[in-house]
């Protein structure tokens, strides 16, 4: 009798065990909002700790004690809002959105970040949480590490800069922001300083910052696809490519043949998807006071209303009309839908535009197809679907057709650019002083644009610049730089060698060493640094002298009798600009690892024959450098190739030490 009173009790026990993890179980977390604090930004310490309190009695009037309630509340928001985030049972939830203080409660969601794709690309994050290995921990996610920016503005009321949560400001910061201009910059804990600037010589003021520790990133220019387009190309200075993400905005364009075809566009409107509407070219709709080149391009005041009212119309991309103000010339004629199509130059780049109708873009090859079916019949017809976002997008990253490539005109000896990042449709913060589409007559207003450019891809740099920096605070910039360089990719994510956006092979001219990979970059395990004296020996070999350099060395450096090749500058690629018959250039790597056995393997360039000596380098600490020599010699059979591209890779088997190498034979 005594086991079953024993064994009654048990079940009880774990039936009450099992009931109180069951009420646990339904509470959820909720967010309790009261509207606006009493007091503004100027708010004490101690007002926010009322508010906190006062937080507290409320949750307590309604669960009966204020111990229940501060353990509830996990979260009060004493800033910018006024309300708390607590545990709730859904009953508690429900009398407390009818106290007459409470505006609402809301059940608090897991939200996926509005941002681009770009970290997610890179590796650093998935689903919206950090991985274990990502550079965002071992960089403490940037922790007292400051980062400017030279660019065309801020717009600092957007919500990107928003310092919630932010440590304070660095005490070694001695900026600020401007008071000066028309509209005054408020400084927080992250936006830190903003000033105007002037078109001073970036070379000569990135040369000052690297001297100084300071690593200095530039975008590489928008010139592209066109070789010799590349600027910023200072050795001292990182200069990024822009690549593609994998992410497309399509949307399907259905003809009346029932043939359909994959277009881009950021426009999201339907146009009924069991309708299909005449198709016009924008040439047959010319106003007799419009060429019909500006018809074809759909030029402001060019479309008759006559023939475009209630159709789609064809404009060709070009003739310096900006393509989103192309539909807004069709839609002002009556149009109700616009086909933006390539001319032969543009070929298959096209790119997602926030049009202000239905709209979609497509290459020159469908174009073609376009114009041959529209030809067919009498009546053409058509439709544009919505535009949706594609993740996945297959051959990515790619470089943009509008990335400016190398050789430097100016410096051929240092090959540029050094990397590629994301820069195309990247979703980044947007003044509300005018359109996303930077059109005057485009009235609308966003607080966030999808912008593409290599200004776009330099910031993906910088911030990986900012996390190596925090992980690695004795690190030069030169040795930050060659990271991020040596362990970058030149593959996409099918396993086959990045393309342009033609579909041709990219070369170390179009992305430099590869498409940045953060997290391989905060453990390189050797790099190539450079001392200011290694620069100054470089301006030297350029046909500076002493004098020149003495303002910049302090008076300190002297150039060598014998300056040496330029090509001898530690940089983590190679360059040979002009090789006549043979050469040998130097390079001095550091370990920043553990000890390791490291052996080179390389490929040659096509028709020039390589060595490298030693093959093996032993280091036996960190901090331990070690020099080998590249030799390069021209096969006589094989000269006026222009450039030809190798690589060479150091590895202990765990860590890949990847370089370019580019020569142009000569003799």
């Not at 949706?388 to 990253?397: A, D, F, Q």
């Not at 190596?468 to 040596?486: C, D, G, Y």
């Not at 030297?540 to 014998?562: N, V």
Request: glycine share 8%.
């Amino acid at each position: 009798m005594a086991g079953r009173a024993l064994l009654i009790l048990a079940a009880v026990l774990l039936l009450c065990a099992a009931e109180c993890r069951l009420v646990h179980a339904w509470k959820r977390s909720y967010v309790v909002y009261l509207g606006a604090h009493p007091y503004g930004r100027e708010a004490t310490t101690e007002d926010h700790a009322r508010a906190t309190e006062s937080h507290h009695e409320l949750l307590a009037s309604v669960v009966g004690s204020k111990q229940a309630a501060r353990d509830a509340i996990f979260y009060s928001y004493t800033k910018n809002i006024n309300g708390f985030a607590a545990y709730l049972e859904e009953e508690v939830a429900t009398q407390m959105a009818k106290h007459p203080d409470v505006l609402t409660v809301m059940p608090s969601k897991m939200m996926k970040l509005h941002t681009t794709r770009s970290w997610g690309f890179m590796d650093m994050e998935r689903g919206g949480q950090v991985l274990p290995d990502s550079i965002w921990k071992h960089g403490k996610f940037g922790q007292n590490v400051i980062i400017a920016s030279l660019d065309s503005g801020v717009w600092p009321e957007s919500n990107s800069f928003n310092d919630e949560g932010m440590a304070p400001v660095p005490k070694r910061w001695k900026g600020s922001c401007t008071d000066t201009a028309k509209y005054g910059v408020p400084c927080n804990k992250k936006l830190i300083g903003a000033n105007s600037y002037f078109h001073e010589a970036v070379t000569l003021g990135s040369l000052h910052a690297t001297i100084h520790g300071v690593a200095v990133v530039c975008s590489g220019g928008n010139a592209g696809p066109f070789e010799d387009t590349v600027v910023n190309s200072a050795p001292w200075v990182t200069t990024v490519a822009a690549s593609t993400v994998d992410r497309d905005f399509p949307d399907q364009l259905t003809l009346g043949n029932n043939a359909t075809m994959r277009g881009i566009s950021l426009e999201a409107s339907d146009l009924h998807s069991n309708k299909l509407f005449p198709l016009i070219n924008g040439s047959s709709a010319a106003l007799p006071n419009c060429t019909v080149n500006l018809a074809t391009n759909c030029a402001t005041g060019c479309l008759d209303p006559a023939k475009v009212k209630g159709k789609i119309v064809v404009c060709v991309r070009g003739g310096d009309v900006p393509r989103v103000m192309m539909g807004m010339t069709v839609l002002n004629a009556g149009g109700v839908g616009m086909i933006l199509a390539n001319g032969e130059m543009d070929g298959n780049d096209i790119q997602a535009d926030p049009h202000v109708l239905p709209a979609t873009m497509i290459t020159y090859t469908e174009a073609v197809s376009l114009y041959n079916y529209m030809s067919s019949t009498p009546e053409p017809a058509a439709n544009i679907s919505p535009s949706k976002t594609e993740l996945g997008v297959k051959n990515s990253p790619s470089i943009a057709a509008f990335s400016a490539h190398g050789p430097s005109g100016t410096l051929p000896y240092v090959l540029k650019p050094d990397v590629a990042a994301p820069g195309v449709d990247i979703l980044a913060a947007f003044t509300e002083y005018v359109s996303p589409t930077e059109v005057a007559a485009d009235k609308r207003r966003s607080e966030y644009a999808i912008m593409s450019g290599t200004s776009m891809a330099c910031p993906h740099v910088s911030g990986v610049m900012g996390l190596l920096k925090a992980a690695h605070p004795n690190w030069s910039p030169a040795m930050m730089r060659s990271a991020v360089m040596t362990t970058a990719r030149t593959q996409d994510n099918t396993g086959a060698p990045m393309r342009e956006m033609d579909g041709k092979e990219a070369t170390p001219f179009a992305y430099g060493s590869g498409n940045v990979h953060p997290n391989r970059a905060v453990d390189p395990g050797l790099v190539y640094d450079i001392t200011p004296n290694g620069y100054f020996t470089f301006l030297c070999s350029l046909g500076f002298s002493t004098k020149d350099l003495s303002r910049l060395s302090s008076g300190k450096f002297t150039c060598p009798a014998k300056p040496p090749p330029m090509e001898d500058l530690n940089y983590p690629s190679i360059a040979v600009p002009a090789l006549r018959h043979r050469m040998t250039i130097k390079r001095r790597l550091k370990n920043v690892g553990r000890p390791g056995t490291y052996r080179a393997s390389w490929r040659a360039p096509f028709g020039v024959n390589m060595t490298v000596d030693p093959t093996v380098l032993i280091f036996e600490k960190a901090g331990e450098e070690k020099e080998f020599k590249v030799k390069v010699a021209s096969e006589k059979d094989k000269l006026g190739r222009g450039y030809v591209f190798g690589k060479l890779v150091w590895s202990d088997g765990t860590h890949y030490v990847r370089s370019p190498i580019v020569v142009n034979a000569l003799d």
